[in-house]
């Protein structure tokens, strides 16, 4: 019988298969306990579609994620393939998705769960019950402007150039997004640019203003320079709640964040595209970390930050929060509950290997629900 909710799996190397191992046993409850069930296909990316068919991705594959209703997305690399051309590097496999899907708006939770509020670089006080949003422009400004190179003068210099460009419909699709986000939050959004020294960011200034003043007057906003922002961040970050920035001063500002909440192991995101005529967007959801080759196959693995990237497929793709709060809660529950993975140990805790952390999640589901 069909589920109308359609997921394509595409675990990736190293470690990304043995995370997204537990990540269908969590999909496996919900369809059992919930009711909440999935067409699932899975296919192969990055190094492994690399070794069985001479491209990180295949028109297949891609195909599948183009027609799925959300992508969950392991990781892709490792030192095997490290040698082999630009276009034949494993993450050309995320970068054609991400293009093909015009996946522009990145969000990165940073949320603090109180039993690891001791693992960050701040003070418990500043990060316990944390829970921010940085919104962040994907498929535009310096990473992708023209003219770009690097060229050698007549005097002999060399000279790099990148430019950085940002349209109104560009400013305005990703603004919405986080408008619309920090209504079903805490109303608060905070735009982030160099509106002082750049031209592209008196603009994007300018329209985040103007799509507020049209469209979002309920939302409360605040405009922040970057450099302000970052120091905000490791200063007070609570005051926050949703940050929409461009793709450059983004990746910056959500791996400072991400670090106020401990490790990588933990950290979930989605990238969503344009919603269509049904009100869909095309969505891929994918811990931050990397595929870990040096820890794969051995059982070490975290596999929180891919569960809390299915429990945002629950949020974003789905409109389930309800069963999106039951996995963030589950997750807060066991950590509580002292279980630890490697990358996580705190002195006095129990140290387990990525299938107990699983089956305590799984677990924990059903405690929650009976
Ligand atoms: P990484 O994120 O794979 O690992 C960095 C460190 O964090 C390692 O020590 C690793 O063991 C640890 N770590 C990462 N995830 C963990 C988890 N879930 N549980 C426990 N420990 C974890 O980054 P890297 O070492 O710079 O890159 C390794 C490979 O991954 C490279 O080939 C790189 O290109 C690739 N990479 C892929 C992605 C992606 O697929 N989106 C992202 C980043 C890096």
Redesign the pocket.
């Known amino acids: 019988m069909s589920s109308n909710r359609s997921l394509l799996i595409l675990p990736?190397?190293?470690?990304?298969p043995e995370?997204m191992r537990e990540v269908r046993r969590v999909i496996e409850w919900f369809g059992k306990r919930r009711q909440v069930s999935f067409d699932i296909d899975e296919d192969i990316v990055?190094?492994a579609s690399i070794d069985a068919h001479r491209t990180p991705l295949t028109d297949k594959a891609l195909d599948k994620a183009m027609n799925a209703d959300a992508v969950l997305?392991?990781?892709?690399?490792?030192?095997k393939?490290?040698n082999l051309g630009f276009d034949m590097?494993?993450?050309g496999g995320?970068l054609t998705l991400r293009k093909e899907l015009d996946l522009f708006a990145n969000l990165r939770p940073a949320i603090c769960f109180p039993a690891l509020a001791g693992a960050s670089s701040l003070k418990p006080e500043l990060v316990t019950g944390l829970d921010i949003l940085i919104v962040r422009e994907l498929t535009g400004g310096v990473y992708f402007g023209e003219p770009r190179g690097i060229e050698t003068l007549p005097d002999g210099q060399r000279r790099g150039v990148n430019t950085q460009v940002y349209t109104t419909s560009e400013i305005h699709r990703v603004a919405r997004v986080a408008f619309e986000l920090a209504r079903k939050r805490r109303n608060l959004v905070h735009s982030s640019e160099k509106a002082n020294v750049m031209e592209s960011g008196l603009l994007w200034r300018e329209e985040v203003t103007r799509l507020h003043k049209s469209d979002y007057s309920d939302v409360q906003l605040q405009h922040i320079l970057a450099d302000n922002c970052a120091m905000q961040l490791v200063r007070e970050p609570k005051q926050f709640d949703v940050i929409v920035t461009d793709n450059l001063f983004g990746d910056l500002l959500s791996d400072v964040a991400a670090m106020l909440t401990g490790?990588?192991?933990?950290l979930p995101s989605a990238s969503l595209g344009a919603k269509d005529a049904s009100g869909r967007s095309k969505a891929l959801y994918?811990?931050?970390?990397?595929?870990?080759?040096?820890?794969a196959g051995k059982g070490?693995?975290?596999?929180?930050?891919?569960i809390l990237s299915f429990g945002m497929a629950l949020r974003y793709s789905f409109d389930l929060p309800n069963d999106a709060d039951l996995v963030g809660k589950a997750v807060e529950n066991v950590l509580a509950g002292g279980l630890r993975?490697?990358?996580?140990m705190q002195p006095g805790m129990a140290k387990v290997s990525?299938g107990v952390m699983g089956d305590a999640i799984v677990r924990e589901l059903d405690k929650l629900t009976t």
């Open positions: 990736g190397d190293g470690i990304g995370v990055g190094g997305f392991g990781s892709v690399g490792g030192p393939w490290d590097r494993p993450e995320l490790s990588l192991g933990m994918e811990p931050v970390h990397g595929s870990a080759p040096d820890i070490l693995a975290n596999p929180i930050a891919t993975t490697a990358d996580i990525t």
